[in-house]
Every structure is written in C-alpha cells, then in structure tokens.
C-alpha cells in the first residue's frame, strides 16, 4: 500500500512558478514510476509528466514540455514537479500518482495509487 500527499500548491501570477511535491509512504518508494495529473474545473483529468523509478526517463504532455520538470528524491520518498511561466490555462487541482508498473502505466492514468490533490491558480 502505498499513501501520495501532494504539497505546494497556491496562488501565483502569470509567469510565476510553483514547485509542487508529492511525499510517499512505504518502503518501496523509488520501484515505483510517478506522474502528475491535473483537473480544471468542468474538464477531464489530464496527464501532465512522468517519471521512471530511477529519474532516469522522464514525459511531458506537449502542453507543459519546456515549462515544467518532473523528478524525484528516493532517498526522501518525494517527487516533484517544478512548474515556471505559469499561464492562466495550469490552473487546476494538481494530483500525483505511482504505479509498479512503470511509466506508460502512469501516463495511461492506470496508476494503484492516487493522491487527493492540491489546488494551483494562476491568475492574469
């Protein structure tokens, strides 16, 4: 069993940055890919990045590549995701998932294992 609280999330300007942080519990942390979905209001949840049990691959959906940067600290049982040059359009609920699997599984939204969110609002 694994237990994802997300952290970090908050009010920012256009252009800003957040870094958001998902901290896990278990021992068996780092055998598992992570990834980072998220949910505007009146939309589908959508997948935002991945990343492989080791850091050593990392996704990006085409709408946060260069903006945004998934990785993650075994050592600390947390992943991230740095996110800069915020629009007003990544406001949404921001959640974190894991899956043994591996990354496809993450990216397909086929994750074990989900947190409950945290809220990110970009404002204009």
């Known amino acids: 069993q694994v237990q994802l609280v997300e952290s970090g999330g908050g009010l920012v300007q256009a252009g800003g940055s957040l870094r958001l942080s998902c901290a896990a519990s278990g021992r068996t942390f780092s055998t598992y890919a992570m990834g980072w979905f998220r949910q505007a209001p009146g939309k589908e949840r959508e997948y935002v990045a991945a990343?492989?049990?080791?850091?050593?691959?990392?996704y990006y959906a085409n709408s946060v590549k260069g903006r945004f940067t998934i990785s993650r600290d075994n050592a600390k049982n947390t992943a991230y995701l740095q996110m800069n040059g915020l629009k007003p359009e990544d406001t949404a609920v921001y959640y974190c998932?894991?899956?043994?699997?591996?990354?496809?599984?993450?990216?397909?939204?086929?994750?074990?294992?989900w947190g409950q969110g945290t809220q990110v609002t970009v404002s204009s």
């Open positions: 998932a894991s899956d043994l699997s591996g990354p496809r599984a993450v990216i397909a939204g086929r994750s074990d294992y």
């Open positions: 990343i492989s049990w080791n850091g050593g691959s990392t």
